[in-house]
């Protein structure tokens, strides 16, 4: 025993001793990041090599469709999760990856559109800018304007858009006509009506505040500064802006009236409970057919998509967006050729995109996408119009982070707003979460 | 990295009167038996060890920067309620681990001796589910709109979700999942320990007119104490890192449980969304120092490792 006790003493001795020999900085500066002025040096190219390509179940059908195409093409597929549902498997690949020196894939598929924030940022960044010489300007300006927002640092574009999510307002336009109500175009009116629900029809709801990505649906389309980028690694959050308290105001109101939902539309009580009951639900453009059609299981020629709303003294509308695919082409790629040419096809062939369960960012795909749509009869008005005016209507004042903001709204304000407090009561700590978790990623971070 | 304790290797008990020859043949066979799992503990114990302290002790560059990273994840706002959390965590499942599972096995071994075959098997069953299998299972249990026991937890006033996972339930719900898959097997083991005292003891204590209480209390236990701090050791590391049960709840939940609730999430997060190896290894270090000192205090104190023979 005392042996032990000697050996561990002396151990313990050693390790400290190690310790205190210290001669460098525990944090120190980065030797180079990615900027605009920095031209990007491709790997050696070998053109006939064969390609990997990382995209989840969905995805894979168009891979094969493209293979089929293109006999010539080289591709190994690797299916993963695609980074859905705040799964960060690709980061946490191409670290490792990024620390054993090979092993990248030549091309991969998110369905979390924050990932260009990590991947265009480093020593060697994980995706390669596509606007040097990749892929032509011209397909490039063929996607919706601000499509590729979340691809955009410091001048580059990392990657391209698989698809839009942008923020509309959906409605049952049954139960609004039997119940004899205007869709209304401000928040004002939908606020009016949101009350007037509550107490003529209680029970049925306007909307959830319970998602995670409810601060995307309400505060992004209210010009909230949650997350505006003022440079390379530099973000505002100011939640006391009039323009977050507004919308919070608004959903306090809403929320202690009963017409706005504090649950997740996605939870199994929500679906059960609620899922008929939904009158209007603002909400992205995935919300038709992957939520009522899908999910709610509404029957056909009920759901309507109407423009998103804006506030009466705001001279533009602007819209939220929540999510949406991003396809990258590795920096280390051996054959960027054929991985461009890949990506390409992914995101603007119109055979395949018309069949994709979302909305393309591609326009010339997009326009095939809402034919295909109409044909299928689903929806109760014809959601091409507004489709195609919001995907512009984004508000470009809320940029992709490294740290999700869903995450956040969900484990600080969600709790909260179960634990029977407003939005507005939490919005200092809201404020303080998201500045947190920016600033321990190495943001500096303004109010 | 887990911090089991291994027990030194014993040779065979060595017969004096035996010849040369056949002791080295015995001992050889010893070094052939635990070379397998001397080499899968150098590769992925000692030598991941090795490499997270050294990872711990210098920065990005490959300098030693000392107590840089310790010093540097401590002052990070997640790192104490992040072992606040655990803290609170461990208390409520080491007290249920070491009361329960004492007198299941206790009960199981004195009062139910016809069920307690199958009874041992129940227990243990769920335990023999892979462990991200029984979390997922719990997701359901725990949502009262879809839960088998919905009316239970409308009962306690919940009504969704979000509302059994409100942050202040959490250490004692991930101690209910904990126990339900992990209890089986300690009550088993502590159920073969029981059967290792002599029935002759057991016996004597009846003739002297003990209670199966004070049976319990004076013999039984006793005699169980270092097979308890043994569990307590384990149970402590792996309590420590407690990492799947957060991580799932959390996904399940969209994101309500925040990303650095336990220690080992906090250094993945530091891994792998900020791509700081260092700062990950530091807080592994500091888990590994948690559960060796544990692993100490239990084993100074019980004499874990004194040979019987005195």
């Known amino acids: ?447 | 990295m887990t911090t089991t304790s291994v027990p030194a290797p014993r040779t065979g008990p060595v017969d004096r009167t035996s010849d040369r020859p056949a002791r080295g043949r015995r001992s050889l066979a010893g070094y052939a038996f635990v070379s397998g799992y001397v080499v899968l503990l150098l590769a992925f114990g000692v030598l991941p060890t090795a490499y997270a302290v050294w990872l711990a002790l210098s920065n990005s560059r490959g300098q030693l920067v000392g107590v840089g990273n310790f010093t540097r994840t401590f002052a990070d706002y997640r790192f104490l309620p992040a072992l606040a959390h655990i803290g609170l965590y461990l208390v409520v499942w080491l007290s249920a681990l070491m009361v329960m599972v004492v007198l299941l096995s206790l009960m199981l071994h004195g009062r139910m001796r016809r069920t307690s075959a199958a009874l041992r098997f129940l227990f243990y069953l769920p335990g023999a589910l892979a462990g991200v299998a029984s979390v997922l299972l719990w997701l359901i249990l725990l949502d009262p709109a879809a839960s088998p026991v919905g009316w239970l937890l409308h009962a306690l006033g919940w009504e969704t979700l979000a509302q059994v996972i409100a942050p202040g339930h959490l250490p004692v719900l991930f101690m209910v999942i904990a126990f339900w898959t992990g209890a089986g097997g300690w009550i088993v083991i502590m159920y073969g320990a029981l059967n290792t005292i002599p029935g002759e003891v057991l016996e004597a204590a009846r003739i002297d007119g003990a209670s199966t209480l004070q049976t319990a209390l004076r013999i039984q236990i006793p005699m169980l104490t270092k097979w308890i701090a043994y569990m307590l050791i384990l149970a402590f590391a792996s309590g420590t890192q407690l990492f799947v049960e957060p991580q799932l709840v959390s996904t399940a939940s969209w994101g309500m449980i925040p990303d650095g609730w336990s220690p080992n999430q906090l250094s993945y997060q530091y891994a792998f969304q900020a791509g700081d190896f260092n700062g990950a290894a530091a807080i592994s270090v500091d888990l590994l120092i948690l559960g060796l000192a544990c692993a100490a205090v239990v084993v100074f104190r019980t004499g874990l490792f004194d040979r019987d023979e005195k």
Not at chain 1, 49 to 67: C, F, K, L, M, N
Not at chain 1, 215 to 221: D, G, L, Q, R
Request: aromatic share 10%; charged share 15%.
């Open chain 1, 1 to 447: 025993m005392k042996n032990v006790r000697t050996g561990l003493i002396a151990g313990l001795g050693a390790a400290a001793l190690l310790a205190l020999t210290a001669c460098g900085s525990a944090t120190p500066p980065p030797t180079s990041t990615s900027s605009a002025s920095v031209a990007f040096k491709p790997a050696d190219q070998d053109a006939g090599s064969a390609i990997t390509v990382w995209a989840d179940a969905t995805r894979v059908p168009g891979i094969e469709a493209y293979q089929k195409a293109h006999p010539d093409a080289k591709i190994t597929i690797v299916t993963y999760s695609g980074d859905a549902n705040g799964a960060t498997d690709l980061q946490t690949k191409v670290q490792l990856f990024d620390r054993s020196g090979s092993g990248w894939p030549d091309v991969a598929f998110t369905a979390n559109v924050n990932d260009g924030s990590w991947a265009s940022q480093g020593k060697t960044p994980y995706a390669a800018p596509v606007n040097q010489h990749i892929i032509p300007q011209s397909t490039l300006d063929g996607f919706a304007a601000g499509a590729n927002d979340p691809c955009t640092f410091g001048g580059n574009t990392y990657c391209l858009r698989n698809d839009l999510a942008q923020v509309v307002l959906w409605y049952n336009k049954s139960l609004m006509s039997q119940f004899g109500y205007q869709v209304p175009t401000t928040w004002e009116e939908y606020q009016a009506l949101g009350e007037k629900v509550a107490q003529e029809h209680p029970g049925y709801v306007v909307g959830t505040a319970g998602d995670a990505w409810a601060a995307e649906v309400y505060f992004w389309a209210s010009q909230c500064p949650a997350s505006t980028a003022t440079g390379d690694k530099q973000v505002t959050v100011n939640l006391r802006d009039p323009k977050c308290t507004r919308m919070a105001g608004l959903l306090d109101n809403l929320i202690a009236k009963g017409s706005v939902a504090k649950d997740t539309v996605f939870s199994a009580n929500f679906i059960k409970n609620t899922a008929g009951k939904v009158l209007m639900l603002p909400g992205p453009s995935w919300y038709g057919q992957t939520l009522f059609n899908s999910t709610f299981k509404t029957p056909a020629g009920q759901i309507a998509a109407a423009a998103p709303l804006k506030f009466a003294s705001d001279t533009t509308t602007t819209t939220g967006n929540v999510g949406g695919g991003l396809w990258f082409v590795s920096a280390h790629s051996r054959n960027l050729q054929a991985s461009a040419d890949l990506v390409t096809w992914m995101t603007t062939s119109t055979d395949y995109q018309a069949t994709a369960g979302t909305y393309p960012a591609d326009k010339q795909a997009a326009v095939a996408w809402l034919a295909n749509q109409k044909e299928t009869g689903y929806f109760a008005n014809d959601v091409g119009p507004v489709f195609q005016a919001a995907a512009g209507q984004v508000w470009p004042g809320w940029a992709a982070t490294q740290y999700s903001q869903e995450a956040i709204y969900a484990s600080t304000v969600v709790p909260a707003l179960n634990a029977g407090k407003t939005i507005t009561e939490t919005l200092d700590s809201w404020q303080t979460a998201i500045s947190n978790k920016a600033k321990s990623l190495g943001y500096t971070v303004n109010q």
